[in-house]
């Protein structure tokens, strides 16, 4: 039995039997469900790319052979087989394992992405820069069916298709994204899976990939014609790449005698094969809605979570799902739309309640905000949920299709604000600062679910496109379906008066913790809720100027863009002299880590506000901070 500690690079494999193969497949199958139900993290995709992955190790010499991971949440077997099982305690933790290839961890992850559908295009990216240098290695990229309905997909096999160039394409078939895929690309998927034909083709393929000699020699030249006979074309031969499959992606045997064949052939290929998602675990494999994409700790014996909530403790997407559910059940023009995102931004309830109002619409969140104009052009009232990060996509369509028309689309901006777990590319600090700037957009963040209710009321009667942005944690909802919404008046903040020698401006839940720092130190401080990061109320921050009082910005997003530059233009536009100052995020792509760390180290959490309200109250009365 191979000690996967012990393993420092995947050259070991080229030794090992194909029943070793296994074995091993089966070891770190066990590994991963163990670490996994203390760490959480995505444990679904990763149980069903062991053998796949251990094949590609066996066949392929990385890092010499470029091995791309689409999207990276599968990529733990990747991580054991380079050399880092012993790191697996830590995975997702602050200073830990990286959830997401991680290119300063390893010199066998040569590219890194945390968003899904980028492989192809960066596969062609190293094809060019091989062919050009006259480098002789080859390029694979794995990617999920879920990520091929990303449109950046498509654009990347378009290109590579024509050019001719070396590369493998994997097509890893598990019919599930983070909930079910959607979308007629998942109809041509079925097809090839169980075309009526499709039985004949398998078994003459399997039987020619077992007599690798004979098929290498023969392929060149009969593979398309079999291909034809039993199966006509499909869109990938239709766009230059040499097909095969589907096949087992569990066969060992079978995955290293096609990766051979396909290594043989100086053209592009695309294999593709079939494997099943939460593999070797029961709970994860009779997943269908997706929990077990990505999670956090679970009991190996029950496969329960171990963080049970509390039923009126919901987290804000559910808060934000439900109150689009009930003012839907009153406006039918409210439609619903999700980028593949059903299940995290907790829209079930809407679908159940509405299904002809409820649009997956794939991993395509451009897609997503143009085909909300569409409906909003015609008198609908659509609601796009997005997280934060996958916003950053879809700047253009925010920009040209949505906001240039003044078009009344809501969008909920999930996870606002920094997260836990996964790192860079999923902080979610950065979406006020690229929307600012864009005319005739809105941007709010609700204290708690009562105004969020208000917000969303407000937001569904203005013809202009609203951001409301939302936080990734939880809040307690005693009653919250029963509450009657009211319309807030536009671009307008509150204030809670505790003092008036500092005013802090801040939005989002983070008012309620202000407030109760203030309280439980004593401070003479103004609170206010400047839940309209865009517009200003400038009437409110004219009359706190004039005070000539210090204001401090607090916000939990990158300061460069944010509500304290907001604040700091309109000072300088207006000619006045004021003291503002800011607690934000510096201009860095912040890591991985637990919220409460990060908070702590990037001197946003209580005892730095504390610290930075008394060295501004010193200095108002002349004392030395």
Request: glycine residues 8%.
């Amino acid at each position: 039995m191979i000690n996967l500690y012990d393993i420092k690079d995947p050259r070991f494999l080229k030794d090992l039997s194909i029943e070793e193969l296994e074995q091993l497949a089966a070891e770190i199958r066990k590994f991963l469900i163990k670490t996994l139900s203390k760490t959480g993290g995505h444990v679904a995709p990763n149980l069903g790319t062991v053998e796949l992955t251990i094949a590609m190790h066996r066949a392929f010499d990385s890092p010499r052979d470029k091995l791309i991971f689409d999207v990276g949440h599968q990529i733990y077997t990747h991580k054991i087989l380079t050399g880092r099982a012993k790191y697996f305690d830590t995975l997702r933790q602050y200073n830990g394992l990286s959830g997401f290839p991680k290119r300063i961890e390893s010199e066998h992850d040569c590219w890194e992405t945390g968003h899904s559908s980028t492989s192809i295009s960066a596969a062609a990216g190293f094809v060019y820069a091989r062919d050009y240098r006259n480098e002789d290695y080859h390029v694979v990229a794995l990617i999920g069916d879920g990520a091929l309905t990303g449109g950046m997909a498509f654009e990347g096999l378009n290109h590579l298709g024509q050019t001719g160039k070396r590369v493998i394409i994997i097509l890893n078939d598990n019919e599930m994204s983070i909930s079910q895929n959607v979308g007629a690309f998942t109809n041509i998927l079925i097809k090839l899976r169980l075309h009526p034909r499709y039985n004949q083709a398998k078994k003459l393929s399997t039987y020619f990939l077992k007599e690798n000699r004979f098929f290498t020699r023969l392929v060149k030249r009969t593979h398309a014609s079999i291909k034809r006979f039993f199966l006509q074309s499909n869109i990938f031969e239709d766009m230059g790449f040499e097909y095969f499959g589907p096949l087992d992606g569990h066969d060992i045997p079978t995955l290293l005698k096609a990766f051979e064949v396909s290594k043989s052939l100086d053209k592009p290929v695309l294999l593709h094969v079939v494997t099943q998602k939460g593999k070797g675990y029961k709970p994860a494999e009779e997943d269908t809605v997706g929990i077990w994409h990505g999670c956090g700790p679970f009991d190996i014996e029950t496969g329960e979570f171990k963080c049970q909530q509390d039923e009126n403790v919901w987290s804000w997407s559910k808060i934000f799902s439900e109150i689009v559910t009930e003012l839907a059940k009153k406006d039918d023009r409210i439609f619903a739309i999700t980028p593949a995102m059903k299940n995290g931004s907790q829209l079930g309830c809407f679908e159940e309640a509405f299904p002809d109002r409820f649009i997956d619409v794939g991993i395509a969140e451009q897609h997503a905000l143009t085909f909300a104009g569409g409906l909003a052009i015609q008198g609908l009232r659509p609601y796009v949920a997005i997280y934060s990060t996958f916003l950053q996509r879809a700047y253009d369509q925010l920009n040209h299709d949505l906001a240039r028309q003044n078009l009344p689309v809501v969008i909920g901006v999930d996870r606002a604000g920094l997260v836990d777990g996964d790192g860079e590319t999923h902080q979610g600090i950065y979406d006020i600062s690229f929307s600012r700037s864009i005319p005739n957009v809105a941007i709010m963040m609700p204290k708690d679910p009562e105004e969020a209710y208000d917000m969303l009321y407000t937001a569904f009667n203005r013809e202009q496109v609203s951001l409301i942005r939302y936080p990734r944690g939880s809040y307690r909802v005693d009653g919250l379906l029963s509450y009657t919404p009211q319309e807030i008046e536009y671009g307008t903040w509150t204030m809670e008066r505790f003092g008036d020698d500092l005013y802090i401006l801040s939005y989002g839940p983070n008012v309620q913790s202000i407030v109760e720092t203030v309280k439980r130190h004593q401070l003479p401080v103004t609170v206010i809720n400047a839940r309209f990061i865009k517009p200003l109320d400038t009437k409110m921050l004219d009359s706190i100027l004039e005070t000539n009082k210090p204001v401090l910005v607090f916000e939990e997003a990158t300061k460069i863009g944010s509500l304290y530059s907001a604040v700091l233009e309109y000072v300088h536009d207006t000619g006045r002299y004021a003291e503002v100052h800011g607690m934000g995020l510096p201009d860095q792509f912040i890591p991985q880590g637990d919220r409460k760390r990060l908070l702590e180290d990037y001197h946003l959490d209580e005892s730095s506000l504390v610290k930075k309200i008394h060295t501004l109250l010193h200095k108002e009365s002349g004392i030395d901070g």
